[in-house]
């Protein structure tokens, strides 16, 4: 699996690679740094050579955030993401500290190895932001798969490869694990590259306006560096918005469309308002939801499985949120991020054809619902 992960990694390289040059694009490998720059022209370092140029564009992405806990730094038991990747040898059992997408995407992958998986989350449910009810389907699910889970924990300690957590009573509790992967988020890469040595602002990331415009008018920022939507997705609309914007083209972020999957099995697929989202924010809306297994396709394929598939909308019809769990809801979420983007009513959703036998008939059959 390692050998044919780096395989595909490589493959899918070179063929970025290819699309560089071929769009004459100069890649310069080597560590820069941004050594000055004002409203008119920035400088950038790298080896021995220093470049010139009237904007720039900042992508230098995100790393796993590994919070302070005792006995969690220079652990060679304690991985991140990126260093479990790595691995060559299946553990004899993991535990998971986060609970989030990332968590439970590695839950996934090293429970359907038939190692033994244990998951421990600060807060009352896993995929926290995700819509509620989908995520407590999900637990259940791994949970019968044998996760093993424990909600509303904090982490107080690790010692070698043991986890010492506090329960939602207060209780102290610990658990062994070979592995211990560290999965509580990640943050925006601020340090490194000089960012000091130019006036933009940053919070939890570089601050950018809709134009993914700095407070520096010709430094622009892209992807997990913004701290805001850490998508790859999201990161390659950036991209496009702040590339458009330099050459003189108007063009704009929108947020309220972004599609997020957590590539379990099943996977959950989401885009626009949950209802906790929508309650939160007094905002009125219709519901309606249905099974999976109101697809045909869906029951041919996923033996045994149920999932669900849900649709929230104004009171005037437009869409506000499509959340769904169940194979393979990832390759047909799309079709809700256009209706929302492009503000589709249900009525004129209706009149689109939907081909069978597929599982995103789903959709119509929820939307004949509402």
Known sequence: MADRKTKVVRKLVAGIKMKMEHNNVEVIRGEASIVKGDAT?????????????????????????VPPIPGAKDNPAV????????LTQAPESLVIIGGGVIGMEFASLYNSLGIQVTVVEMLPEILGGLDKEISEML????AKKGVKFNLQCKVTAIDGNIVHFTDSEGNEQSIEGDKILMSVGRRATLTGFGLENIAVETE???????QMQTSMPNVYAAGDVTGFSLLAHTASREGEVAVNNILGKSDKMEYNAIPGIVYTNPEVSGVGLTEEQAQAQGIEYRL??????????FVAENEGQTGM???????EG???GVHMLGNPSSEFICAACMAITNGLTIDELRRTIFPHPTVSEILKEVLFEL
Do not use: D, W
């Open 41 to 65: 022209s920035i400088t950038i370092a790298c080896g021995e050579e220093s470049y010139e140029a009237k904007n720039l564009l900042i992508c230098t992405g995100s790393e796993a955030f």
């Open 79 to 86: 991985l991140t993401n990126r260093e479990i990747l790595a």
């Open 139 to 142: 637990r259940s699910i791994y």
């Open 204 to 210: 939890r990331g570089i601050k950018v306006n809709e």
């Open 288 to 297: 309606s939801k249905l099974p999976m297994t109101y697809a045909g396709r």
């Open 309 to 315: 598939c849900k649709i929230l909308s104004t009171a």
């Open 318 to 320: 437009k869409v506000l």
